[in-house]
């Protein structure tokens, strides 16, 4: 990129962001920590911090917002990309899952990680303390399997408990 382009880019970023603060528009991170885990959710100390290491500020309604998720444009990619990936799985709202969904979330992030698909890319570039290596995927993935085989028992007991 050449100085003159580097230059124009810079500008309208800022401008925006000035706009957005001139405005009044300037969004601002909800200030009051929300819960991080659902207590139904249930797992080893490992396997938590991993979690809330990698995963959480997304995957949460727990999220630390970072300075630059308050600064328009760049707030606005912020908030889309954390509210996709709520809706994708919600580790704050784990006990409104049916236990086949859950068992499905675990396997498919179980899936991501070994596939390298998250953490995303571009989000390692600006933390890359959530990197994950090869042994936290072999924990993650582990783990998942036991609570997707925990879920399904429990399942399995309750259909044979109802009345038919």
């Given amino acids: 990129m050449t100085t003159k382009k580097l230059t124009q880019v810079s500008i309208v970023i800022l401008t925006l ?8 528009k300037l969004e601002t991170a909800p200030s009051e920590p929300a819960m991080m885990f659902d207590p139904a959710l249930k797992m080893p100390a ?22 630059y998720a308050n600064v ?9 990309d954390v509210e996709r990936a709520q ?33 995303m890319g571009w989000d390692l570039l600006l ?22 085989a925990e879920l399904i028992k429990q399942t399995r007991l309750r259909s044979t408990r109802s009345p038919r």
Avoid: Y
């Avoid at 962001?17 to 009044?24: A, D, H, K, S, V």
């Avoid at 933390?127 to 997707?148: K, M, S, V, Y």
């Fill in 72 to 80: 328009p444009p760049a707030s606005w990619l912020v908030r889309r």
């Fill in 46 to 67: 490992r396997i938590e911090r991993l979690l809330r290491r990698s995963c959480a500020d997304c995957h949460s309604e727990g999220t630390r917002w970072p300075w």
């Fill in 127 to 148: 933390h890359p303390n959530a990197r994950i290596n090869a042994q936290d995927i072999r924990n993650f993935c582990a783990w998942t399997r036991l609570e997707g």
């Fill in 17 to 24: 962001g000035f706009g957005g603060w001139l405005n009044g």
């Fill in 87 to 119: 809706k994708a799985m919600n580790l704050s709202k784990w006990s409104g899952l049916t236990p086949g969904a859950a068992t499905g979330l675990l396997t498919a992030a179980c899936a991501d990680l070994q596939s390298k698909r998250m953490p």
